[in-house]
């Protein structure tokens, strides 16, 4: 039986482009976490996990090249156990914004959280999860 490498080489080589262009063609928005933003810095302690207290939420609408579309915004704060929400955060934002920071949201309780950022009407613009842990 013969081998023929040039077809091999060539369906490795086309998988490994169609596999690159899937990872690197997706640009999806992201609420993420960050200890605080500094406008001059930027996010300074990103992560995922956080001991309890105040932390502050990122929102990047720059992958998709969207704005926010709108001027007021919740930040909904759900128990992933219980599927309840926490808390609903009302915010002022600009229409214009894709690029946005919410300072000082407060976590008490240890757990692992859903939270999304909300348009008046309750579309969800973007989500993310944190766990946090007791200090």
Do not use: H
Not at 29 to 41: G, I, Q, T
Not at 67 to 83: C, F, L, Q, R
Not at 118 to 134: A, H, Q, R, Y
């Amino acid at each position: 039986m013969r081998i023929n490498y040039k077809f091999l080489l060539a369906v490795v080589v086309l998988a490994s482009l169609a596999f690159g262009c899937s990872m690197f063609g997706k640009k999806e928005n992201r609420l993420y976490f960050c200890e605080k933003y500094d406008p001059v810095k930027g996010e300074i302690g990103e992560s995922s996990k956080f001991t309890t207290g105040t932390l502050t939420v990122m929102v990047d609408l720059r992958p998709s090249k969207t704005k926010i579309g709108v001027s007021d915004v919740n930040i909904n704060i759900t128990d992933k156990a219980t599927g309840e929400a926490v808390e609903t955060l009302p915010f002022t934002v600009q229409p214009t914004m894709d690029y946005i920071y919410f300072n000082d949201v407060k976590f008490d309780k240890p757990g692992k959280y859903k939270v999304s950022c909300l348009k008046p009407d309750g579309t969800v613009v973007v989500s993310g999860e944190i766990e946090i842990v007791n200090k």
